[in-house]
């Protein structure tokens, strides 16, 4: 199989690689469609990545090879690349949340498994989730990082009538937009400094500003005239995320959705005089995937929208990290990866 490899920062090739051997509880999917993260551009642009590896987490596929122990599947079922299956069995699962799970493994560390910038991907029985009847491919392939950004919303307590800020409108940020409206939120703000990414937040339905436009008040008791209930930080910039503080009412809450490697510098005084409640948001609810095939599902959910319209080969890869880097592309890119059977 053809599969896009991360060599060092900056560099990835596409060579062939041998189709993985199916276990006994093993399904073997061909790859439809696998969209391009915020965290891939991490590991190509910054060098976060393991050489040799092949990343892509946000995939769907058909299966093509079940192994003899597997029950629930068969060859041509659709499906999408589900959670990590945790323990079920410690203090943050029994209490659902299993992005908590005492057994998850520390990111970055420990082996790699290989991801769906590949034209075949191996996973086990547990760890797909089925896609609804009818449900293109390439929209499928949104339910990975929709249910982030439904986890980023039930961090929050987001809900409508409140008043919601997005600090940054990659795709997480414009799916979190999304999500919110679904949800009934109607006054939502986002703030971005991409031409491009600020016409998508307001084709979504979004109020856009630039991040100069954010002020952050002079005292750490005072709040700005029209605060936020809740914002949703999907950057991963950290200043970003000390001007989302600024912009909460008191007794608002900050979200922090993006992963980046800057740390911020908030203000104690302006939290504890405030009130204020700073949270993460690390991957999914305990039902996410099955509530973003569901949102997804919903012909009044704007995938179109969310989705650059054309697909990209697995050639093409690096050139489609660049530009979403730069900022030439706003909505998810989805990778192609097949040469078909």
Sequence with gaps: M????????????????????????DVLLEV?????????????????????????HEWSGRVVAVGNAVTQWMVGDAAVGGPTPRCGKCEACLAGRPS???????????????????????????GIKRVPEGMPMRVAALAEPLAVALHGLTRGGVQAGQRVLVTGAGPIGTLSVAAARARGVTDIVVSEPHPKRRALAERLGANVVEPEQLVTPPSPGDVVDEPFDVA????????AMESALGQLKRGGTL?????GMHR??????????????????????????????ELLADPSFPSDVLIEPDDVPLDGILGAIGALHDGELAAKVMIVPSRGL
């Design 232 to 239: 949703l930080e999907c950057s991963g910039n950290a200043k």
């Design 2 to 25: 053809r599969a896009a490899v991360y060599r060092r920062q900056g560099a990835m090739d596409v060579e062939e690689r041998p189709v993985p051997d199916v276990g006994p509880n």
């Design 32 to 56: 439809s469609h696998c969209g391009i993260c915020g965290s891939d551009l991490h590991f190509v642009i910054e060098g976060w990545g393991q050489p040799g590896s092949i990343e892509g």
């Design 100 to 126: 908590l799970c005492a057994t998850r493994g520390t990111p970055g560390a420990g082996v790699h498994s290989d991801g769906a910038f590949a034209e075949y991907i191996l996973t086990t029985e547990a």
């Design 255 to 259: 979200v922090l959705v993006g992963a």
């Design 264 to 293: 911020p510098r908030f203000d104690n005084n302006r939290i504890l005089l405030n009130e204020m409640m700073i949270t993460g948001a690390f991957v999914y609810d305990a039902d996410g995937f099955e509530r973003s095939l």
